[in-house]
């Protein structure tokens, strides 16, 4: 259901549940993409008439308020990017929400503080989920669920919130949404991959799925080395998740069967330790445990000759998805894999996708503007779970 759905809007108070978890360093906002992506539904809902009280999660509190995940930062950005007033409240349900909610006039837009410092949010018992959305649906009309980067999630102010109030999708969720299905409807082929992040637990489901689908899969960042390890490479003291070998050795087989190019890295970046000024090398990728480091160096980014060769393929791609760095692009030393990664994303013509709050971080962080891009999503652990076919809640309850 789209906003269209819900009627004049005009002097209605409208909940927007958004997803405004950003990084936040000592109150510092390091990327605001996903404060940005918010500002079409909430400028559009202003346009309309609506009082606006938004709603978002920001970090993992564990249903008590803590400091340094307040929302005010955010409230604060908004207001800029926005150009408008943005009110903050240091609580979302209670007497001092109800009463700034009551003052709001048309147009008004009101953040309430961080859904997660109450227990009822992420509770693991609906009726205790319930219960919290009741609290949430008594401050508004209407409920528009704009969150994209939470739609995988069974939370009050995801679901359940949905369910007691006239409820419609915004205009980022079917925007992503729009983007998403070119991926898993009849991509452009040939389709490209380019998996990173730390873990390869967390990208289990996806390699599966998209092993039915894609012609090739890049594979970098800390869940290389376990690949390599189940190629029977020593990876010295690189990360590695010894119980995912077997999963992992049954993707590579069934990569073949299927006629998929798995391509690992030929070099990597091996490091004396984990830190930005560490004494550092490049190496064969089937030679880590060779390095001057010995048993003790740590794999910190893909090498040279691997990024300009996961660059020509995405060069010959006609589709790319990116999700995960390539390396520790936070450490000037380490960030060439993925820098190289975003330059050929961002040069060439084919359909691209970032998806996951890391990768966009990187990007950005890496000074590569948005309009670069066919798309960056604003949800991690959605976007992955959308390609893997999985039924998300959030989208479930607007059908
Ligand atoms: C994200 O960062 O992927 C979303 O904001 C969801 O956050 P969560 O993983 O803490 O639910």
Redesign the pocket.
Known sequence: RTIESLGSLRSRTVIVRC?L?VPLSDGAIGDDGRIRASLTTIRELREAGARLVLVS?LG?PKGAPEARFSLRPVAERMAELLGAPVGFVGETVGPEAESAVAALADGDVLLLENLRFNPGETSADPAERRAFAGRLAALGDAFVSDGF??VH?SQASVTELAQLLPSAAGRLVAAELAVLRRLTDEPERPYTVVLGGSKVSDKLGVISHLLERVDTILVGGGMLFTFLAAQGHDVAASLLEEDQLDTVRGYLAEAERRGVRIVLPSDVVVAAAFAPDAAHEVVAADAIASSSFGATGIGLDIGPDSAAEFARRIADSATVFWNGPMGVFEMEAFAHGTRAVAQALADTSAFTVVGG?DSAAAVRALGFADERFGHIST????SLEFLEGKPLPGLEVLA
Do not use: C, E, S
């Not at 949800?379 to 959605?382: E, K, L």
């Open positions: 997803d978890n999660h993992r980067g939470v999630r709050g949800g991690g652990g959605a």
